[in-house]
T-cell receptor, first 117, second 114 residues
Framework: NAGVMQNPRHLVRRRGQEARLRCSPM?????VYWYRQLPEEGLKFMVY????????ESGMPKERFSAEFPKEGPSILRIQQVVRGDSAAYFC???????????????FGNGTRLTVT | DAKTTQPPSMDCAEGRAANLPCNHS???????VYWYRQIHSQGPQYIIH???NNETNEMASLIITEDRKSSTLILPHATLRDTAVYYC???????????????FGEGTQLTVNP
């Protein structure tokens, strides 16, 4: 019963390059959330996606960041023209399609640590 | 989502029970209490959640006061591997525009000492 899988675990990019972070949700989960944790800071929500739809991107920086969750394959968080301030741990979480009004806990992956040099 | 207040840090001796408090005095009737923890360098780990009744699972127990304004997470026999930041989060089960999204605060750094 695999959990949320994120890859790569560590990613090093030079300033100006692109970073692609992948997230495969738990089996049966159709909702994906991305969070960012800057060094020595808390977890900040970025974006919430369902299959083929962005539902809430209120936490996403306006430029250079994008996310997708295609019908087939993992969710992708893409950062274009990375800068040093993008260095952080990026966590993905998934939840199942809600059943009635019950609570659906999020299940997190172990993150991708992006370092921009 | 209701605001929560947790102590910034706590210590516990290995083998003893760890009792982590959380105040959520503005909680609404349809808001759940969730507990997560984050062990250094790992992703947050779901522990337990509850609405009104006390809950227990293989990891912990959750005690919610009758007025629901506070709760306590109990780790019955803390081990060194329980050293982590523990987050208490209050929110409704699901919202159309935000799903099961959680807002993390500062949490409590629990240190289990040998």
């Amino acid at each position: 019963n695999a959990g949320v899988m994120q890859n790569p675990r560590h990613l090093v990019r030079r300033r100006g390059q692109e970073a692609r972070l992948r997230c495969s949700p738990m089996k049966g989960h159709s909702h994906v959330y991305w969070y960012r944790q800057l060094p020595e800071e808390g977890l900040k929500f970025m974006v919430y996606l369902q299959k083929e739809n962005i539902i809430d991107e209120s936490g996403m920086p306006k430029e250079r960041f994008s996310a997708e969750f295609p019908k087939e394959g993992p969710s992708i968080l893409r950062i274009q023209q990375v800068v040093r301030g993008d260095s952080a741990a990026y966590f993905c979480a998934s939840s199942p399609l809600p059943q009635g009004q019950g609570a659906s806990p999020l299940h997190f992956g172990n993150g991708t640590r992006l370092t921009v040099t | 989502d209701a605001k929560t207040t947790q102590p910034p840090s706590m210590d516990c001796a290995e083998g003893r029970a760890a009792n982590l408090p959380c105040n959520h005095s503005t909680i609404s009737g349809n808001e759940y209490v969730y507990w997560y923890r984050q062990i250094h360098s790992q992703g947050p780990q779901y522990i337990i959640h509850g609405l009104k009744n006390n809950e227990t699972n293989e990891m912990a127990s959750l005690i919610i006061t009758e007025d629901r304004k506070s709760s306590t997470l109990i780790l019955p026999h803390a081990t060194l591997r329980d050293t982590a930041v523990y987050y208490c989060i209050v929110r409704v089960a699901r919202q159309e525009t935000s799903g099961s999204r959680l807002t993390f605060g500062e949490g409590t750094q629990l240190t289990v000492n040998p």
